[in-house]
C-alpha cells in the first residue's frame, strides 16, 4: 500500500471549515483513500473513502486531485468533539489484496472554542 | 449496544504471565481484525480472520501471541509469558466482506500494562 504523509498536527476554531491535507504521491491506480479518526481513549472511527470523485456523507467532503497525489479531508464546521487525531490511509481494494489497514501517526486536530 | 465489544477494557499483568483478551464482533460481520497501538503512534495491524479462517498475521506477531475465532463469531488474543514491551492498546475490528467498501468498525481496546 502506498504511503501518506500528514501534517503532524493542526488548529481549527469552532465552527469553522477544517481542512486536513495528505499526501499520497505514490498511488496507484486501484488504491483508495481512506480516512479514520480517532477520539482520545477510543478506537478508530470510520469516516469516507474515495478512489477518484469527491465524496461526501454526513461526517465530511473528500476531495482528491485529479492527479490522485493528494486530498483534503473536510469538515465544514468543526465542533470540540472533532477534537481527534485523523489518519489518511491508502489501501489497495483488489480481490487477492491483503485486507489490512496501514496507518501512519495521523493529524493531531484540536478544535478551539 | 450493537457495535465491537471487547473485554477486559484494562489488564494490568506482571511480566512473564499469560493474558488473554476478548472481541465480540459485530453480529454479522464476518472478518475480525487485530491491531496493536502504543502511545503516540498509529495502530498497528496484528493479524485477521474471515469467518473462523486465520487469513494474514504480520511479523510483529511473534510465536508468544496466538489468536483463534473458533465458529467465527468472538475472537481471543492470548500472549503467553509477557513481556514490559507488550504493554500496548490492543484494538479489534470487524467488517462485512464488502470488497471495495469495506469499513473497518473498531472497539474501544484492552489497555495492557506489564510490569
Known amino acids: 500500500d502506498a504511503k501518506t504523509t500528514q501534517p503532524p498536527s493542526m488548529d481549527c476554531a469552532e465552527g469553522r471549515a477544517a481542512n486536513l491535507p495528505c499526501n499520497h504521491s505514490t498511488i496507484s491506480g486501484n488504491e483508495y483513500v481512506y480516512w479514520y479518526r480517532q477520539i482520545h481513549s477510543q478506537g478508530p472511527q470510520y469516516i469516507i473513502h474515495g478512489l477518484k470523485n469527491n465524496e461526501t456523507n454526513e461526517m465530511a467532503s473528500l476531495i482528491i486531485t485529479e492527479d490522485r497525489k493528494s486530498s483534503t479531508l473536510i469538515l465544514p464546521h468543526a465542533t470540540l468533539r472533532d477534537t481527534a487525531v485523523y489518519y489518511c490511509i491508502v489501501r489497495s481494494m483488489t480481490e487477492t489484496s491483503g485486507s489490512r489497514l496501514t496507518f501512519g501517526e495521523g493529524t493531531q486536530l484540536t478544535v478551539n472554542p | 449496544d450493537t457495535g465491537v465489544s471487547q473485554n477486559p477494557r484494562h489488564k494490568i499483568t506482571k511480566r512473564g504471565q499469560n493474558v488473554t483478551f476478548r472481541c465480540d464482533p459485530i453480529?454479522?460481520?464476518?472478518?475480525l481484525y487485530w491491531y496493536r497501538q502504543t502511545l503516540g503512534q498509529g495502530p498497528e495491524f496484528l493479524t485477521y480472520?474471515?469467518?473462523?479462517?486465520?487469513?494474514?498475521k504480520s511479523r510483529l506477531l511473534s510465536d508468544r501471541f496466538s489468536a483463534e475465532r473458533p465458529k467465527g463469531s468472538f475472537s481471543t488474543l492470548e500472549i503467553q509469558r509477557t513481556e514490559q514491551g507488550d504493554s500496548a492498546m490492543y484494538l479489534c475490528a470487524s467488517s462485512l466482506d464488502a470488497a471495495t467498501n469495506e469499513k473497518l468498525f473498531f472497539g474501544s481496546g484492552t489497555q495492557l500494562s506489564v510490569l
Open positions: 480472520f474471515q469467518n473462523e479462517a486465520q487469513l494474514e
Open positions: 453480529s454479522e460481520h464476518n472478518r
